[in-house]
Structures are given as C-alpha cells and as structure tokens.
C-alpha cells in the first residue's frame, strides 16, 4: 500500500516562500505522475503542479512563474518551491502519486498566506 508522507506547510505573509516536500513509500508500481493539488473548504481540489516519470511538468495558470516543482522519479519524492505567496494560494495541499493501477494522496498541509 502506498503512503505519502507531507511535510512544510506553514503560514506565511504576502510575498514570502514556503517548500512543500513529499516522499512515497510502499509503492509496487513506477511512477507515472507525482505532484501536488490544492483544495479550499467548499471548492473543488484544484491542480497545482505535476512532474512525470519522464520529467515534463504542467502548472496551473494561476502559480506557474511562482512555484517550482521538482523531484526524484526513481525515489518517489517531489518538492514544491512556492514564491511571491499571495492570499489566494491558502489552502489544503495534497501530494498525489500515480501509477499504473494505483492514485494515492497524502493526508494534506495547510498552507496560509496573510495579507
């Protein structure tokens, strides 16, 4: 079974940075995708930032220039720079793995930005 393991959400001020991390473990299958969506209280959880097994990356339009991902394909872990916090950015973030017969989330990490 495949567990995901969050940490370094935090608050922050308008401006400031914080870096998400994630490590999988338990995972039987290669990677497809790991990344990280986010989700408000009464929204939709939203996409934040992927990375693939072959490394290509995909950003919501409303981080990309912002947020950094990155990561380790073959050791399951993905990071997520967040820069420039905006009010906008508060939520949940959930770290989220892919493979071929599983899609696994982590447990989440609130990430608050003040104005």
């Known amino acids: 079974q495949v567990q995901l393991v969050e940490s370094g959400g935090g608050t922050v001020q308008a401006g400031g940075s914080l870096r998400l991390s994630c490590a999988a473990s338990g995972s039987r299958f290669p990677m497809r995708s790991m990344g990280w969506y986010r989700q408000v209280s009464g929204k939709h959880r939203e996409l934040v930032a992927i990375i693939t097994s072959s490394a290509g990356t995909n950003y919501a339009d409303s981080v990309r220039g912002r947020f950094t991902i990155s990561g380790d394909t073959a050791k399951n872990t993905v990071d997520l720079q967040m820069t420039n916090l905006r009010p906008e950015d508060t939520a949940v973030y959930y770290c989220?793995?892919?493979?071929?017969?599983?899609?696994?989330w982590g447990q989440g990490t609130q990430v608050t930005v003040s104005s």
């Open positions: 989220n793995l892919l493979n071929i017969l599983e899609n696994t």
